[in-house]
């Protein structure tokens, strides 16, 4: 997974970013260190300024 590929994937298809919300929850959440915990919301709005 590069930077490049998942702010493309998701312009490309907007639908695709509850995927990707999620996809980063279940990695986030199985690796809590060193990783902050980040509500969906949040993690939503931050892919979604990513893509953009």
Known sequence: MTTETVPRFISED???LE???DWYDTRLSRNPEPWPDIPKDEL???LR???E
């Open 44 to 46: 939503r709005t931050i």
């Open 14 to 16: 907007p639908n695709r």
């Open 49 to 51: 300024g990513w893509a």
């Open 19 to 21: 995927h990707w919300v």
